[in-house]
């Protein structure tokens, strides 16, 4: 045995930067031993096209149409964020009406996002059936926002002081069609999926600490998922979230069973968000006047909200003209990738897209 | 307690078949897919498609004033203003207008940001080309493919 075990070498394998597991161009070199990963190291940077520096050169309403090309899963919560800090240095409080709907939007946004990584976590685990019953899910939280924003993923609807339009009947009428499917559904996915072949997998595999999570800044389901109580929503509440009912779903042992527990159950609640601020969606305006042309005063400027992923921040440095002096992101995905390293030696390596299909990445978010 | 390998087997067996029968009722549902080039989706009537320029009923001219605000909010440099002065007056007028289609993304801050409300979005979504400069379209002609 002891010649045998001379004679083996360190095999790596290359995972990505096109593998369909990576969900966008990540690469991770693996070291393995056998079928065990003994290290890996993550590469980032395939799809970095320097937004940051971008936004340096375009003005602060230039840069909103790219707001929605961050995070393409969920676009408004980050052009929330954005949104946000602009109207904290220019002092706007947007009117009532345009909260109750950032709100409904933005957790709809969330449920799509959820669902997208619903489904591609499945696919990576080699189930099919319920990627497509979650994405025709999907699909018609799709429909809705092409009814009220004008696309289906690049919105651009969050504008200073309010929204773009005003909700039409049309959407409520599908919004109403949609909340009365959607428990119906989410117990149906949930039946199909919770079989033992799905649990075998996933259970008692990438455990994430609570010292863990506060080491690495995780935030979002994946601290969640071990038990953490991290949300903005509830720890520094913004909009009208103080105003809302609603629970934070928390995992108890950290595995990746648990940050999908979170997920689900994050819908269930999301759907129940938006069911509450339809009942009280007062009338009235739905944007404040904003000036024409937006010049920030000097200053920094810095709004947080809970996007689908973690705590999403954006800081903002005006030197007083209409081009940020400095533009930077806080990126839930960045932070929450940086664990990876730690969680894949010691596991197979058919655990490896488990692992990090539970983390929920986006790449062109994580290389900005 | 951990589940013998048997009594996992069970479990496998029942999960499955419970599974095949939820995916059979979903097998007599109605399909969500449309057969796409002959049965198309009802487009929202907000769609941001193709952009194009407003004709003035009263006129039939361009609403257009050349004042170039939608040339320079653009963030994708997609469109390109040409203005002309005639001899004698003092205003500026429309010479040519174009749009690159391969570059617009859609987003519509050219719409919000036209003083006189000369240029909408249509609701046209299929604008692919064989060649790249047909996506280069001259707005300012009657007769062309988006006008």
Same mark, same amino acid.
């Given at each position: 045995?002891?010649?045998?075990?001379?004679?083996?070498?360190?095999?790596?394998?290359?995972?990505?930067?096109?593998?369909?597991?990576?969900?966008?161009?990540?690469?991770?070199?693996?070291?393995?031993?056998?079928?065990?990963?003994?290290?890996?190291?993550?590469?980032?940077?395939?799809?970095?096209?320097?937004?940051?520096?971008?936004?340096?050169?375009?003005?602060?309403?230039?840069?909103?149409?790219?707001?929605?090309?961050?995070?393409?899963?969920?676009?408004?919560?980050?052009?929330?964020?954005?949104?946000?800090?602009?109207?904290?240095?220019?002092?706007?409080?947007?009117?009532?009406?345009?909260?109750?709907?950032?709100?409904?939007?933005?957790?709809?946004?969330?449920?799509?996002?959820?669902?997208?990584?619903?489904?591609?976590?499945?696919?990576?685990?080699?189930?099919?059936?319920?990627?497509?019953?979650?994405?025709?899910?999907?699909?018609?939280?799709?429909?809705?926002?092409?009814?009220?924003?004008?696309?289906?993923?690049?919105?651009?609807?969050?504008?200073?002081?309010?929204?773009?339009?005003?909700?039409?009947?049309?959407?409520?009428?599908?919004?109403?069609?949609?909340?009365?499917?959607?428990?119906?559904?989410?117990?149906?996915?949930?039946?199909?999926?919770?079989?033992?072949?799905?649990?075998?997998?996933?259970?008692?595999?990438?455990?994430?600490?609570?010292?863990?999570?506060?080491?690495?800044?995780?935030?979002?389901?994946?601290?969640?998922?071990?038990?953490?109580?991290?949300?903005?929503?509830?720890?520094?509440?913004?909009?009208?979230?103080?105003?809302?009912?609603?629970?934070?779903?928390?995992?108890?042992?950290?595995?990746?069973?648990?940050?999908?527990?979170?997920?689900?159950?994050?819908?269930?609640?999301?759907?129940?968000?938006?069911?509450?601020?339809?009942?009280?969606?007062?009338?009235?305006?739905?944007?404040?006047?904003?000036?024409?042309?937006?010049?920030?005063?000097?200053?920094?400027?810095?709004?947080?909200?809970?996007?689908?992923?973690?705590?999403?921040?954006?800081?903002?440095?005006?030197?007083?003209?209409?081009?940020?002096?400095?533009?930077?992101?806080?990126?839930?995905?960045?932070?929450?990738?940086?664990?990876?390293?730690?969680?894949?030696?010691?596991?197979?390596?058919?655990?490896?897209?488990?692992?990090?299909?539970?983390?929920?990445?986006?790449?062109?978010?994580?290389?900005? | 307690?951990?589940?013998?390998?048997?009594?996992?087997?069970?479990?496998?067996?029942? #999960?499955?078949?419970?599974?095949?029968? $939820?995916? =059979?009722?979903? !097998?007599?549902?109605?399909?969500?897919?449309?057969? /796409?080039?002959?049965?198309?989706?009802?487009?929202?009537?907000?769609?941001?498609?193709?952009?194009?320029?407003?004709?003035?009923?009263?006129?039939?001219?361009?609403?257009?004033?050349?004042?170039?605000?939608?040339?320079?909010?653009?963030?994708?440099?997609?469109?390109?203003?040409?203005?002309? #002065?005639?001899?004698?007056?003092?205003? $500026?007028? =429309?010479?040519? !207008?174009?749009?690159?289609?391969?570059?617009?993304? /859609?987003?519509?801050?050219?719409?919000?940001?036209?003083?006189?409300?000369?240029?909408?979005?249509?609701?046209?979504?299929?604008?692919?080309?064989?060649?790249?400069?047909?996506?280069?379209?001259?707005?300012?002609?009657?007769?062309?493919?988006?006008?």
């Amino acid at each position: 045995m002891e010649e045998i075990k001379d004679i083996r070498q360190d095999f790596y394998v290359n995972m990505g930067p096109q593998h369909p597991s990576t969900h966008g161009v990540l690469r991770i070199v693996l070291r393995l031993e056998g079928e065990r990963v003994v290290s890996s190291e993550t590469v980032l940077g395939y799809a970095h096209r320097g937004v940051e520096k971008m936004a340096e050169s375009k003005t602060y309403v230039q840069m909103m149409p790219v707001m929605d090309r961050f995070d393409y899963v969920s676009s408004m919560l980050y052009e929330w964020a954005y949104v946000g800090a602009m109207e904290r240095a220019l002092g706007i409080v947007p009117p009532e009406r345009a909260e109750f709907i950032r709100v409904i939007m933005g957790e709809l946004n969330r449920m799509a996002s959820h669902f997208v990584w619903v489904g591609a976590f499945l696919l990576d685990l080699g189930a099919f059936t319920p990627f497509l019953w979650v994405f025709d899910a999907r699909e018609k939280i799709m429909d809705m926002f092409e009814e009220v924003t004008g696309q289906r993923m690049t919105n651009n609807y969050f504008k200073i002081g309010g929204v773009h339009d005003d909700i039409t009947p049309e959407f409520l009428k599908m919004l109403d069609d949609y909340l009365k499917m959607i428990y119906q559904r989410m117990a149906d996915v949930e039946e199909l999926i919770e079989s033992i072949v799905f649990l075998e997998r996933v259970k008692d595999l990438g455990f994430i600490s609570k010292e863990e999570v506060q080491s690495y800044g995780l935030t979002g389901p994946v601290a969640r998922g071990s038990g953490v109580m991290i949300d903005t929503r509830k720890t520094e509440p913004y909009s009208v979230y103080d105003r809302l009912n609603f629970e934070i779903p928390l995992g108890t042992k950290g595995d990746c069973y648990d940050r999908y527990r979170v997920r689900m159950k994050e819908i269930i609640q999301s759907a129940k968000i938006v069911e509450q601020a339809l009942g009280m969606l007062p009338e009235g305006p739905y944007a404040e006047k904003a000036p024409k042309v937006v010049k920030l005063p000097e200053g920094e400027y810095y709004f947080a909200v809970e996007s689908a992923r973690g705590l999403l921040g954006v800081y903002l440095l005006s030197d007083g003209s209409t081009k940020p002096y400095r533009f930077k992101l806080r990126v839930p995905s960045f932070a929450n990738l940086s664990i990876i390293d730690k969680l894949l030696p010691g596991n197979k390596i058919s655990d490896v897209v488990a692992i990090l299909g539970s983390i929920d990445i986006v790449v062109p978010e994580i290389d900005r | 307690m951990k589940a013998s390998y048997f009594e996992k087997v069970g479990i496998g067996i029942k #999960t499955v078949v419970k599974g095949m029968a $939820k995916s =059979l009722t979903y !097998f007599f549902k109605k399909p969500v897919t449309l057969q /796409y080039p002959h049965v198309r989706k009802k487009i929202a009537e907000r769609y941001r498609g193709s952009i194009r320029l407003k004709i003035d009923p009263e006129t039939g001219k361009f609403k257009c004033i050349a004042c170039t605000n939608c040339e320079k909010i653009c963030p994708a440099f997609a469109i390109t203003l040409k203005t002309e #002065t005639p001899e004698g007056s003092k205003k $500026k007028e =429309l010479k040519e !207008f174009y749009v690159d289609l391969g570059r617009c993304i /859609y987003c519509g801050l050219c719409v919000d940001s036209c003083p006189v409300d000369a240029i909408e979005h249509s609701n046209v979504y299929e604008v692919a080309e064989r060649i790249k400069d047909n996506l280069i379209l001259r707005l300012d002609k009657i007769g062309e493919k988006n006008v």
